[in-house]
C-alpha cells in the first residue's frame, strides 16, 4: 500500500510539475464554459424545448470529442516514458510489484481526470443560483464521467505500458477508445437481438444518455468497474512482460 | 551476500548467459570485468531480479529472489549503467519518493534521505531539480538511491562512466568507503578501478566466468616468468653478461631506446630477483644504468589475453602473445588519492 501511494502521489505531482496540465485545464474549461453558455442561452430562448441544462451539457458531441482527445494526453507517457527513459530498471527492482505501479499510475491520472471537472461544478452552482436544480441527475452525471472516464483512461494506461514510444500509445489509446465508442453506435446496423443487446451493453453513448437523466444502473457500474480492471490487468501484464526482453 | 547458480540467459537464439555460478560474501567487494558485450549487464540485471534468467538461481542475503522477490529487493541497492532519473523533481523530493517506495516510514525517510545525502556528497543540491545537474551528480544521486534503505547488499554496474576524472575520484572513494560495510558487485571495464577497489575479480567473457579470484592470484597463475626492463647507455653487447647472472632465465633486447641507449628485458625465475646482480654487473663492467624497473603483469595483461579472440573464436594462448607488446599501455597501478 506504501508503495502504491508512494508512486501514486509522485505521478500526480509530475502531473501538476508540467505545464501539459495547464495547458489542458485551460483549453479544457473554456470549451466546457463555451459550451456551457451555449445551451444556456439557447435554452433561455422560450421556444426551445424544455430539459435540465446539464443533460444536454454531459453526453453532447462536444463532451465525446474531448473525452476522446484527452484520453491519451493523459495516459500516454503514464508507463512509456518510464520504458524509454529506463528509469523503469529501478523502479522494477524496488520492492514493489506490476500490479502496484499501474495501480498507482492510474489512481493518479483518474484524480488528475477528476480535478479537470472539479471546476465544472460551477456551472451547477450557477443554475442552482437562478434556477432549481433537480441535484439527482446533476450527482448521476458526474458518476457517469467518472466511469466513462474510468474506462478510457484504463485503456490509456494500457496501450501506455505496451510501449516505450509514447506516439505509439496515444495512437492506440485512440484507436481503441474509437472502437469502443463506435461498437455502441451501429447496433442498429444488425438484425440479431443478441447482437444488438450485447452492442447496447457497451453502448458509451447510451450509458450517457441513462447517467444524465439520473438513472444509475448497477449494470452499469459493474461493467466499467470489470473493464477498467481488465484493462489495468492487461497493463500490468504488458509491464512485467517488458521484462522479458 | 549474494549467491547466483548456473545463470542462463537466453534473448531468442543467442544465450548471452552460460551458466554461470558466483558468490560474493559479506563484506567483500567483488569486480566483475569483461570486454562489452560480455554479457556483464545481463548478468547484473538478473541478479537484481529486473531481468528473469532463462534457468538458475539467485539468492541475495539468503532471501530467493524469485520466491521471495520483495525481502530479496529490500536488501538490495542497485545502481545500474544509465541512471534513469525524473528530471522534473527536486533531489530530495526524489530521494523522498524512493525511500517510500522501499518502504521506509514516514519517521525514517528524513533521516535516511539525510544520511544518504551526506554521504554521497548531495548536501548543496539537495534542492536543485534532477533535470538541472551535471552527470556527476546524478550519477550520486542514483547512489545515494542505492543506499537510501541501507541495503546490506549493493551492485553497482559501471558506476564511473562518463564522469570526469575529479568525479572519478569522488565515486571511488564513495564505493571504497560502502564496501567497508556491506557485500559490493562492481561491473565495471575500467581495468585501474578494480585493482583499486575490489577484493576479488571475475573476468567474464561471452558469458562464461573465465577467470576468478584476488587480482594478486590471478596476476600469479596467468603469468609466465617475471622479467626486469633495463636501460643502458651504450654497452649493445650487453646481453650475453646478462644472460649468465644467476637466476636469469633469458635476456633480449627491449625496445624504446633510442640510438645511443640499449634496452633489455631480463626474464628470471619466480624465485630469483636478479637485480643486485644487474647492478653489480653494470657496476663492474662500467655501464650507465640509466632505467632499471620490475615489470608487473598487469590485470589488462591478463585481461587481453583472456578475452582476444582469433578468427576462430578461441581465445589467444599466451605463448602467442607477449603481454608487453598487445596490451595497450597503462599504468600499472595508479596513484590512490588519498
Redesign the interface.
Known amino acids: 500500500m506504501?508503495?502504491v501511494?508512494?508512486?501514486y502521489?509522485?505521478e500526480l505531482?509530475?502531473y501538476f510539475?508540467?505545464p501539459l496540465a495547464y495547458v489542458v485545464l485551460f483549453f479544457f474549461l473554456v470549451v466546457n464554459g463555451f459550451m456551457f453558455s451555449i445551451i444556456v442561452r439557447s435554452l433561455s430562448d422560450p421556444s426551445a424545448p424544455a430539459g435540465p441544462p446539464l443533460a444536454f451539457f454531459f453526453g453532447g458531441f462536444f463532451f465525446w470529442i474531448i473525452l476522446l482527445l484527452i484520453t491519451p494526453v493523459l495516459t500516454m507517457r503514464l508507463i512509456s516514458e518510464e520504458l524509454r527513459?529506463?528509469?523503469?530498471?529501478?523502479?522494477?527492482?524496488?520492492?514493489?510489484t506490476e500490479g502496484q505501479v499501474v495501480a498507482g499510475k492510474y489512481l493518479a491520472v483518474l484524480t488528475f481526470y477528476a480535478s479537470l471537472w472539479a471546476p465544472t461544478l460551477a456551472y451547477a452552482g450557477i443554475l442552482a443560483y437562478n434556477a432549481k436544480v433537480d441535484w439527482g441527475p446533476v450527482a448521476a452525471g458526474y458518476l457517469g464521467i467518472l466511469c466513462i472516464g474510468g474506462l478510457l483512461l484504463a485503456i490509456g494506461t494500457f496501450a501506455s505500458a505496451m510501449t516505450r514510444s509514447q506516439l505509439v500509445a496515444a495512437f492506440v489509446t485512440i484507436a481503441l477508445v474509437l472502437l469502443l465508442f463506435v461498437l455502441g453506435l451501429i447496433d442498429n446496423l444488425f438484425t440479431s437481438e443478441i447482437t444488438k443487446q450485447t452492442l447496447g451493453y457497451v453502448s458509451l453513448v447510451g450509458h450517457m444518455e441513462d447517467f444524465a437523466k439520473g438513472i444509475v444502473d448497477t449494470r452499469r457500474l459493474v461493467f466499467y468497474a470489470s473493464a477498467s480492471w481488465f484493462f489495468l490487468f492487461l497493463a500490468s501484464r504488458a509491464l512485467a512482460d517488458k521484462?522479458?526482453? | 551476500m549474494i549467491e547466483a547458480q548456473n545463470l542462463t540467459r537466453r534473448?531468442g537464439d543467442f544465450t548471452a548467459v552460460h551458466g554461470i555460478s558466483f558468490t560474493v560474501g559479506e563484506g567483500e567487494i567483488v569486480g566483475m570485468l569483461g570486454p562489452n558485450g560480455a554479457g556483464k549487464t545481463t548478468t547484473i540485471?538478473m541478479i537484481?531480479?529486473?531481468?528473469?534468467p532463462t534457468s538458475g538461481q539467485v539468492t541475495v542475503a539468503g532471501k530467493d529472489l524469485f520466491e521471495s522477490?520483495?525481502?530479496a529487493?529490500?536488501q538490495?541497492g542497485?545502481l545500474?549503467e544509465?541512471?534513469?532519473?525524473?528530471g522534473?523533481?527536486r533531489v530530495e523530493?526524489y530521494l523522498a519518493?524512493?525511500a517510500?517506495?522501499?518502504?521506509l516510514g514516514r519517521s525514517e525517510v528524513r533521516g535516511a534521505i539525510g544520511e544518504a545525502a551526506e554521504r554521497c556528497l548531495l548536501a548543496d543540491v539537495r534542492h536543485q531539480l534532477i533535470g538541472t545537474l551535471s552527470k556527476g551528480y546524478r550519477q550520486r544521486v542514483?547512489l545515494a538511491?542505492a543506499i537510501l534503505h541501507k541495503p546490506s547488499t549493493l551492485v553497482l554496474d559501471e558506476p564511473t562512466v562518463g564522469l570526469d576524472p575529479k568525479q572519478i575520484i569522488a565515486i571511488r572513494e564513495l564505493i571504497r568507503d560502502l564496501g567497508r560495510e556491506r557485500t559490493l558487485l562492481l561491473s565495471t571495464h575500467i581495468l585501474p578501478e578494480v585493482e583499486l577497489l575490489c577484493n576479488r575479480v571475475m573476468i567474464i567473457d561471452r558469458g562464461r566466468i573465465v577467470a576468478e579470484g584476488t587480482p594478486e592470484a590471478l596476476r600469479e597463475r596467468s603469468v609466465g616468468n617475471p622479467s626486469v626492463r633495463l636501460t643502458l647507455k651504450g654497452a649493445p653487447d650487453a646481453g650475453e653478461t646478462l644472460k649468465s647472472l644467476a637466476g636469469v632465465i633469458s635476456a633480449h633486447a627491449g625496445a624504446g631506446a633510442g640510438a645511443e641507449n640499449s634496452a633489455w628485458v631480463v626474464e628470471y625465475a619466480q624465485a630469483a630477483d636478479p637485480r643486485e646482480e644487474i647492478f653489480r654487473a653494470a657496476v663492474a663492467r662500467g655501464w650507465v644504468l640509466l632505467e632499471m624497473a620490475r615489470e608487473r603483469t598487469t590485470l589488462e595483461d591478463i585481461f587481453v589475453r583472456l578475452t582476444t579472440h582469433d578468427q576462430a573464436g578461441e581465445p589467444l594462448s599466451s605463448d602467442r602473445s607477449d603481454p608487453s607488446d598487445s596490451a595497450p599501455s597503462a599504468p600499472p597501478t595508479e596513484e590512490v588519492p588519498s
Open positions: 506504501r508503495a501511494l508512494a508512486t502521489s509522485r505531482r509530475a510539475f508540467s527513459s529506463g528509469s523503469v530498471e529501478v523502479l522494477m527492482t524496488a520492492p514493489i521484462k522479458w526482453r | 534473448y540485471r537484481t531480479g529486473f531481468l528473469p522477490p520483495r525481502e529487493r529490500r538490495l542497485y545500474p544509465n541512471v534513469a532519473l525524473y522534473e523533481m523530493e519518493y524512493r517510500r517506495l522501499e518502504g542514483g538511491t
